[in-house]
């Protein structure tokens, strides 16, 4: 004969029931653990794989920066050596162009002193006849001037830098120039074979100017020689002296 329970009552589990779901959550316990342990080698395993990767990047990064630093220095290196460049051409030109105007002023410094340099009417010659020789042969009774011993067609030159006042015939000194210098004195060429200049014309430190001769009053051909303060006849003064003191060896 079966028994029905009141509907609405509890009864009380039974041991068996008890024990059962006891021995469950051992078991859950125990298996969780398990797990638990054997996962965490597991995710401890992964890790160094974790770490290499990141030193690999880490390592990649310093190798980035180190080939920026080098790329940086590189370039620093690069613009101070063409600065280097650029300074050293700047010194260059600057001392190219010193030498230019130091050779700019050399050369007009030696034309300044061509200029006014002076020389012998004849090259390689002599005085034969003195100023101020007495002798019936001179007008004045003495030689207004010198003599150069030279053989017609010598070439005659301008002693310094002046301006031909005139050429041609001049009476006893047969064909003549006469040449106004740059001091203000003049000179004076006289017994000419040939004239090579005319008046006006400018002329300069051993400059052919003529040939000489014997025209005019003479007794053999030679070049006379006059320095003078004026043009005129009877302004001579004494032509060695002059060019002594412009710095010709007479």
């Keep these: 004969m079966a028994f029905t329970c009141a509907t609405g009552k509890h009864r009380r589990p039974s041991r068996v029931k008890r024990t059962t779901t006891n021995a469950v959550g051992v078991a859950a316990l125990t298996t969780t653990g398990v797990i638990g342990a054997l996962a965490a080698p597991a995710f401890a395993a992964g890790t160094p794989v974790e770490q290499t990767g990141l030193i690999r990047a880490v390592s990649m990064g310093d190798e980035v920066a180190a080939k920026i630093d080098a790329q940086a ?6 613009a101070e050596l063409k600065k280097a460049e650029e300074a050293a051409r700047k010194r260059a030109a600057e001392k190219a162009a010193q030498e230019r105007a130091a050779k700019v002023r050399a050369a007009r410094e030696a034309e300044r002193r061509r200029l006014n340099a002076f020389v012998a009417p004849i090259f390689h010659s002599y005085v034969s006849t003195g100023y101020k020789t007495g ?3 001179w007008s004045s009774g003495s030689h207004t001037g010198i003599d150069f011993h030279a053989a017609s067609g010598t070439p005659v030159h301008a002693v310094g830098s002046g301006t031909v006042v005139e050429t041609g015939w001049g009476g ?3 064909n003549q120039i006469v040449i106004r210098m740059n001091d203000g004195t003049y000179t004076q060429y006289g017994h000419l074979s040939s004239i090579g200049v005319s008046a006006g014309q400018r002329v300069t430190p051993g400059q052919p100017i003529a040939l000489s001769g014997a025209t005019g009053n003479v007794t053999g051909p ?13 302004s001579d003064m004494d032509p060695v002296a002059y060019l002594r003191a412009h710095g010709v060896n007479v």
């Design 222 to 234: 030679h070049l006379h020689f006059e320095a003078r303060t004026s043009p005129e006849y009877g």
């Design 135 to 137: 002798g019936s042969l």
């Design 172 to 174: 006893a000194y047969g």
């Design 73 to 78: 220095a590189a370039q620093k290196q690069a």
